[in-house]
Nanobody, 128 residues
């Protein structure tokens, strides 16, 4: 079982920046995807960004060019740098992990149901 704990949420004005972090512990897989998802008021849980063990990152269309996903070398800490934030980015942000094949693409476009490991989330609020 992988334990994930998010931090870094908060309230900022439109155009501002936030950096989220997620620490992973427990029995991580030998090869796995890490990702960020969010639950907004207007939509079901959607993928924001995902990254594999070879630093290949993918992003949702709504955040491309504004958000950046990174990880520490040991993959125990995942980050999401969020810039030029908009009110529609408001929501609960979750860190997730799933087993993967080596060199398998990790995509935020995957249904959230295929990701079995989740943190409890951190709230991001953007005011206009």
């Amino acid at each position: 079982q992988v334990r994930l704990v998010e931090s870094g949420g908060g309230s900022v004005q439109s155009g501002g920046s936030l950096r989220l972090a997620c620490t992973a512990s427990g029995n991580t897989y030998s090869s796995y995807c890490l990702g960020w998802f969010r639950q907004t008021v207007s939509a079901e849980r959607e993928g924001v960004a995902a990254i594999d063990g070879h630093e290949m990152a993918e992003y949702g269309d709504s955040v491309k060019g504004r958000f950046t996903i990174t990880q520490d070398n040991d993959r125990k800490t995942l980050y999401l740098e969020m810039n030029n934030l908009k009110p529609e980015d408001t929501g609960m942000y979750y860190c997730a992990a799933r087993r993967s094949y080596e060199y398998e693409l990790c995509s935020p476009a995957e249904r959230y149901e295929v990701w079995p490991n989740w943190g409890k989330g951190t709230l991001v609020t953007i005011s206009s």
